[in-house]
């Protein structure tokens, strides 16, 4: 991915707000970094700034640094910490961590116990949040 002058002036400004503790600066730092930043992907760097975005209660962020504990990418997998970083993501309405737990209660997946109860639970609070 080629990115342009313009492109790293823009970075640098984001990581600028993100460094003054601006959250949502944090968020969108760590989604550029984990998404690929001139063909690679950062995804320590982007650990880091999502639990930046997430310890100052940013739920999308919360998710994403609890899915990439799970899988372990960029930070070593800790299914204890990245579960309960999803379920607070969950808990502040985000969608996308209310379907993990879902199918993850559902099917017995990630270290969750098989629960068709919490399963359908989260998956009826995911689909009223649409």
Not at 23 to 30: K, M
């Given at each position: 991915m080629e990115v342009s002058h313009q492109g790293v002036s823009q970075l640098h400004e984001l990581q600028r707000k993100a460094e003054a503790g601006n959250?949502?600066?944090?968020?969108?730092?760590?989604s550029v970094l984990a998404n690929g930043y001139r063909g690679k992907h950062y995804h320590e760097d982007s650990f880091y700034w999502y639990m930046k975005a997430a310890l100052r209660g940013h739920a999308e962020a919360m998710w994403m640094a609890g899915l990439l504990l799970v899988k372990g990418e960029g930070v070593e997998s800790t299914l204890e910490a990245g579960l309960h970083l999803i379920h607070l993501a969950a808990t502040k309405c985000c969608s996308e961590?209310?379907?993990?737990l879902a199918d993850a209660y559902?099917?017995?997946?990630?270290?969750?116990p098989k629960n068709s109860q919490q399963g359908d639970y989260w998956?009826?609070?995911a689909e009223s949040t649409r």
């Open positions: 959250t949502l600066a944090q968020y969108e730092l760590a961590a209310m379907h993990f559902q099917q017995g997946m990630h270290g969750v998956k009826r609070l």
